[in-house]
């Protein structure tokens, strides 16, 4: 199994959907949970942090769900832009900070 | 600010020659990793240094792969000698929090292509 796991899509959607992704992770530990954006041929951005509580940053929310090990991304009203793949990022501080990147899940958004 | 500057952008070489990516971390970060991109196995964290120094290189493939951070403004990623399996997307990416625990800002990658 993997440490972190994303379905990779990909997802094809009309602009103004709602999509959801979720991300699972093994390890029990792991403390700080991210969602990064990639463009093709471009390199991950971050998009947005996740915390306990859940945030929101405008069409955008994240959530983290501890008991079941995953994290969740939201994005409602769906533009053309947003069209990239999602990755998601899990750290454990296992003495030194490890990071995991999920595998990505490709977002298509058509006109 | 400049973000992350990575040199070459795109490197194209021969199976058993050497190979070396340079990576300018952010001005002020003390966290600098290296990373590999592939179709197969997505991004892996090759290396990652706090303050100059290598914290965790387990995802270092093998020996044929060295890094080194002799300040806080350059790195380097060798291979030597190289192999077509090393073909992929090479990125730096630094960050300001020690640990890692802060937002990682990534270079534009190099893509390196071993015939």
């Known amino acids: 199994r993997k440490e972190v796991e994303q379905d990779p899509g990909p997802f094809n959607v009309p602009e103004g959907a709602t999509v959801a992704f979720n991300c699972t992770y093994s390890?029990?530990?792991?403390?700080?949970f991210f969602w990064y954006r990639q463009d093709c041929r471009k390199e991950p951005k971050l998009l947005m942090s996740?915390?306990?509580s859940g945030n929101e940053d405008g069409r955008f929310t994240a959530q983290l769900n501890r008991a079941s090990q995953y994290i969740s991304l939201l994005i409602r009203d769906s533009k053309l832009s947003d069209s990239a793949t999602y990755l998601c990022?899990?750290?454990?501080?296992?003495?030194?900070?490890?990071?995991?990147f999920g595998a990505g899940t490709r977002l298509f958004v058509k006109a | 600010d400049a973000g992350v500057i990575q040199s070459p952008r795109h490197e194209v070489t021969e199976m058993g020659q050497e190979v070396t990516l340079r990576c300018k971390p952010i001005?002020?970060?003390?966290?600098l990793f290296w990373y590999r991109q592939t179709m197969m196995r997505g991004l892996e964290l090759l290396i990652y240094?706090?303050?100059?120094?290598?914290?965790?290189d387990s995802g270092m493939p093998e020996d044929r792969f060295s890094a080194k951070m002799p300040n806080a403004s350059f790195s380097t990623l060798k291979i030597q000698p190289s192999e077509p399996r090393d073909s992929a997307v090479y990125f730096c990416?630094?960050?300001?929090?020690?640990?890692?625990?802060?937002?990682?800002?990534f270079g534009p990658g190099t893509r390196l292509t071993v015939t």
């Open positions: 990416a630094s960050s300001f929090l020690a640990g890692g625990e802060g937002e990682q800002y």
């Open positions: 390890n029990s530990a792991s403390q700080s």
């Open positions: 996740v915390y306990s």
């Open positions: 990022v899990v750290k454990t501080n296992t003495g030194g900070f490890k990071t995991i």
């Open positions: 001005s002020g970060h003390n966290s």
């Open positions: 240094f706090n303050n100059n120094v290598p914290i965790d």
